[in-house]
């Protein structure tokens, strides 16, 4: 059965440095999202991708995320400078087609701490 | 403001009951609404899913019951066994928007043996 994949599971790194995270999503999904799922609450997504490009980033923090998806297949997701309060379980999906209705499948995530 | 809401933060019953997750909503464009079960260290993984134009929605042992006029669904799970332990999160998306999911809070089942 296809999967997301991320790397890498587990991510320990000190404020200030600069950290990224990989995703590839299930082959033939057009579109992928990262969430981030903070201890105790639900996923939040950060930015949502159709191919290569930006749908939403309304609630990426633009100032130290950065999201990339160059040609529409896998993505990766940079924080630099990284803040103790980035310390979470950053997640990716992906669906077949983005649109309303579908089932977004996720990959293992990434726990990120900062210390 | 939280669109979706799972006010019970944990559940615990025993191995052959009922669970009964509950989940409700704020925003009426809410047509599409989602359940995924996550282990610890693991991302969600999708159970079961209800459309608005549908009250019920049955797969196994696990059944999503809609009342659009409450905005309220429940995941029922009959007969609970200790795998089914885990947190579960309830999920809605506006299908005329972008797919994008709103998830809950989550409520942690633990099944009893």
């Known amino acids: 059965e296809a999967e997301v994949a991320q790397s890498p599971r587990y991510k320990i790194t000190e404020k200030s440095q600069a950290v990224a995270f990989w995703c590839d999503p299930i082959?033939?999904?057009?579109?992928l999202y990262w969430y981030r799922q903070i201890l105790g609450q639900g996923p939040e997504l950060l930015v949502q991708?159709?191919?290569?490009?930006?749908?939403?980033d309304s609630q990426l923090p633009k100032d130290r995320f950065s999201a990339e998806r160059l040609k529409g297949v896998d993505s990766t997701l940079k924080i630099q400078p990284a803040e103790l309060g980035d310390s979470a379980m950053y997640l990716c999906?992906?669906?077949?087609?983005?649109?309303?209705?579908?089932?977004?499948?996720f990959g293992p995530g990434t726990r990120l701490l900062v210390l | 403001d939280q669109q979706v809401k799972q006010n019970s933060p944990s559940l615990s019953v025993q191995e052959g009951r009922i669970s009964i997750l509950n989940c409700d909503y704020t925003?009426?464009?809410?047509?599409?609404f989602l359940w995924y079960k996550k282990y610890p260290a693991e991302g969600p993984t999708f159970l079961i899913s209800?459309?608005?134009?549908?009250d019920k929605n049955e797969d196994g042992r696990f059944t999503v019951f809609l009342n659009k006029s409450a905005k309220h669904l429940s995941l029922h799970i009959v007969p609970s066994q200790p795998g089914d332990s885990a947190v579960y999160f309830c999920?809605?998306?506006?299908?005329?928007?972008?797919?994008?999911?709103?998830f809950g809070q989550g409520t942690t089942l633990q099944v009893k043996p």
């Open positions: 999906a992906s669906s077949p087609t983005g649109t309303g209705g579908e089932t977004q499948y």
């Open positions: 082959s033939g999904h057009a579109t």
């Open positions: 991708f159709q191919d290569e490009s930006v749908v939403d």
């Open positions: 925003n009426s464009m809410f047509d599409y």
């Open positions: 209800i459309s608005s134009i549908k």
């Open positions: 999920a809605a998306s506006d299908r005329s928007n972008t797919g994008k999911l709103i």
